[in-house]
DNA sequence: TTAATAAAAGACAAAATTGTCCTTAATTAA
DNA sequence: TTAATTAAGGACAATTTTGTCTTTTATTAA
């Protein structure tokens, strides 16, 4: 469904929003032992979320990445836009390029039906709410405990 | 969501299905000519499904690739699996190996839902059911016309 | 039996994705 | 001002996916 890339970048996202704000903020040592992700790799996605202004980054001592109030009201489905481009939201089931309403896949609109739940469900999924709930012990973000 | 792979998979299937039966079937140029998908790679593929018995194959002067009732009668489910394995059924969307009811990742339930959902969708739609609507015209394979 | 045909299979090659390592630039505490 | 710290950035490597080409095997029509 998404890249190894997008499914950091969501765990990253996540974990920084459950422990940051404007005053606090946590390097990328920190993040990768917490969601168990390839450190380097993991911290160029971070820049490119840094330069979308998805999160903020600090460089230098006390520096770190950090989500401001604003940012934790964003939805997952702008991460996914981020790091994998809007191809899961708009594209066709079977890869064609020009499949449409009028020239349309075998699948198009079955397929259209779940690409619109899967909008939907990721536009009205904020980064703080799931923050909150992996605060509370509710969801975890490591393969093993 | 499908790879490229998998995408050629359920184009040729459904191709083959509309075109063929126990009694005519149709040689990988044609079916790639149909589908606009690369021929040897597309081969291997049909491969695999053919030693999945998802297709039938036969070698020689008027061999080619061809479904019976029964195959037709499958569904796209069938495909996916064999090409892609089960992970875009059952998998975590965060790649969590171990996401669970009890450990679950933060969007464990909202995309169990679209999983379940897709599941549902890929099993309900049968091969033969694709292969009536482009026959109809109805639907099509090929990215330009 | 032979020649033609068509899928199977294997060897590669290209491209994309994933992952690592090292250097650079920015920041700050001392 | 200096040294320590931390993200940014670039180079590169490994792996996976995608795609191509050639040879082999099976089949059948002549």
New interface residues.
Partial sequence: ??S?AC??A??AV?YIASETDETKKVGIQEICDHIEAPQHFTAKILQTLSRKHIVNSQKGVNGGFFLDSVQKKKS?KNIVEAVDGDQ?FV?C???????SET??????N??K??RN??TK?MES?TIDA?AI??LKG????????
């Fill in positions: 469904m998404f190894k499914e950091y969501i765990r996540v997952l899961v594209g089931g079977l890869g064609l390029k020009q499949c020239k349309p896949c075998p699948i198009h079955q397929f039906d779940i739940r899967l469900m999924t799931l709930r992996l509710e969801s975890v973000l490591m393969q093993t405990k």
